[in-house]
């Protein structure tokens, strides 16, 4: 997998330094998120057992928030010589769930649910294998096409931060506005638990909408990540 961020690297010309600057931009913008309380409706406690007992554990474990950049910058390529993914500009390893609820507008009407967001479309694709982190590109591109929308009218956007380089491909290839995407942080600080992060990232942006937090104005979000093997997946959603 590192590999593939490193051959992404090179081929859209991203620095070392750009991603550190960007993971640590990640340890940040959680860091402040989370002071405002932003994920707080999104937690759910969790017991699990611990040497003196049960544990309950409330809050994400994996975030650093003071985490200092020139510590980052001193930290060792992990797969390639003179390469740019470190510990540090990569997501961790580590252990998570989520889950959302789909229903129809029939189901939210009989049950009386009030719905967080509308899911407006969504897009799976394929690319190289070698470079499988660039999948959110081709697959944003059906979510959008299925909206009927485009991305200028999207106004919060998160791509799963598996590499900072991962990431700095689809926003240079995308043309992304780095100011409405991944604005409370991301994979980087979270943690990026495989089979969680899409719930994770869906229930966090259906949230930023509901409670408005998605800026002002803003009603349509837009998620994506990357998936091992050269795949990609992306859904939009818009304010109810």
């Known amino acids: 997998m590192g590999v593939t961020a490193e051959n992404l690297a090179e081929k859209y010309g991203i620095t070392r330094e750009e991603c550190d600057e960007y993971g640590f931009r990640s340890q940040m913008a959680w860091g402040e998120a989370n002071k405002a309380g932003v994920f707080e409706a999104e937690l759910a406690p969790v017991e699990v ?11 994400d474990e ?3 928030p003071d985490v200092q950049l020139e510590k980052m910058r001193s930290l060792k390529p992990v797969f390639k010589k003179d390469g740019c993914v470190t510990a540090g500009n990569a997501s961790g390893i580590s252990d998570g769930a989520g889950s959302v609820l789909l229903a129809s507008e029939a189901a939210v009407a009989k049950y009386n649910l009030t719905p967080l967001a509308r899911l ?6 394929g690319c190289a294998p070698e470079i499988m982190g660039i999948g959110p590109v081709p697959a944003i591109a059906g ?9 200028g009218e999207v106004g919060l956007v998160e791509i799963n931060e598996a590499f900072a380089a991962q990431y700095l491909a689809c926003e240079k290839e995308l043309g992304l506005d780095r100011a409405v995407a991944n604005k409370s942080g991301g994979a980087i600080a979270l943690g990026h638990p495989l089979g969680a ?5 869906t229930a966090h942006l259906a ?4 409670t408005g937090r998605a800026g002002p104005g803003v009603t ?3 998620g994506s990540a990357c998936i091992g093997g050269g795949q990609g997946i992306a859904v939009l959603l818009e304010k109810c």
């Open 220 to 222: 349509k979000a837009l």
């Open 120 to 125: 407006a479309g969504w897009g799976r694709a």
């Open 207 to 210: 949230h930023a909408l509901a």
């Open 62 to 64: 994996s975030p650093r």
């Open 197 to 201: 992060s899409g719930a994770r990232i």
């Open 143 to 151: 979510a959008l096409a299925a909206a009927g929308t485009s991305l």
């Open 49 to 59: 057992k611990g040497r003196k007992g049960p544990q309950l554990v409330t809050a």
